[in-house]
T-cell receptor, first 113, second 114 residues
Framework: AAGVIQSPRHLIKEKRETATLKCYPIPRHDTVYWYQQGPGQDPQFLISFYEKMQSDKGSIPDRFSAQQFSDYHSELNMSSLELGDSALYFCASSLEGNYNEQFFGPGTRLTVL | AQKVTQAQTEISVVEKEDVTLDCVYETRDTTYYLFWYKQPPSGELVFLIR????DEQNEISGRYSWNFQKSTSSFNFTITASQVVDSAVYFCALTGDSNYQLIWGAGTKLIIKP
């Protein structure tokens, strides 16, 4: 069965650079969630989209923005990267905003040098 | 507000021992869902179980079992006859009608020694 796809899987950036993470949900899933997991930390919710509209917002820095496109894939844009942005970024998807059944992608490991 | 507490930061046992990971939650939602995830060193999140607030039946899946008790707001996870491959960080998580994001515990690092 198709799973959530995240790209790239690994990304290395310098401070103050920008990064774009992509998430392709499971086919027919219309809801996407983004989580950030710092080293040794639990995942923290950033933002979610349902039917291309922002549905919930968590602790997402102002330097980050995200959107969901017409094909339901989502992109997380991160600007003015800081060392503290180094983390695993997970995307999850669900069907029809079914928040209690989120399927996680493998994550993107971002390292900021 | 919702909260998940995993008081055990790290547990170390010898292979074949049984081990229980504790999870205590707080929520005001009537309908909520509890989860356990495994995160091996490779980093991916592996879904283990979901339980809704209306189903207090305990569940067993092979060497894994879960004990859900609403009276004590706990959802504990037991691994029987542990194996080295069980070594990972285990997260308990919660979501409910008041917000759609997953609220995570701090995780318990489980080390199984051969």
């Amino acid at each position: 069965a198709a799973g959530v796809i995240q790209s790239p899987r690994h990304l290395i950036k310098e401070k103050r650079e920008t990064a774009t993470l992509k998430c392709y949900p499971i086919p027919r899933h219309d809801t996407v969630y983004w989580y950030q997991q710092g080293p040794g930390q639990d995942p923290q919710f950033l933002i979610s989209f349902y039917e291309k509209m922002q549905s919930d917002k968590g602790s997402i820095p102002d330097r980050f923005s995200a959107q969901q496109f017409s094909d339901y894939h989502s992109e997380l844009n991160m600007s003015s990267l800081e060392l503290g942005d180094s983390a695993l970024y997970f995307c999850a998807s669900s069907l029809e905003g079914n928040y209690n059944e989120q399927f996680f992608g493998p994550g993107t490991r971002l390292t900021v040098l | 507000a919702q909260k998940v507490t995993q008081a055990q930061t790290e547990i170390s046992v010898v292979e074949k021992e049984d081990v229980t990971l504790d999870c205590v939650y707080e929520t005001r939602d009537t309908t909520y869902y509890l989860f356990w995830y495994k995160q091996p060193p490779s980093g991916e999140l592996v879904f283990l179980i979901r339980r809704n607030s209306f189903d207090e039946q305990n569940e067993i899946s092979g060497r894994y079992s879960w004990n859900f008790q609403k009276s004590t707001s706990s959802f504990n996870f037991t691994i029987t006859a542990s194996q080295v491959v069980d070594s990972a960080v285990y997260f308990c998580a919660l979501t409910g009608d008041s917000n759609y994001q997953l609220i995570w515990g701090a995780g318990t690092k489980l080390i199984i020694k051969p």
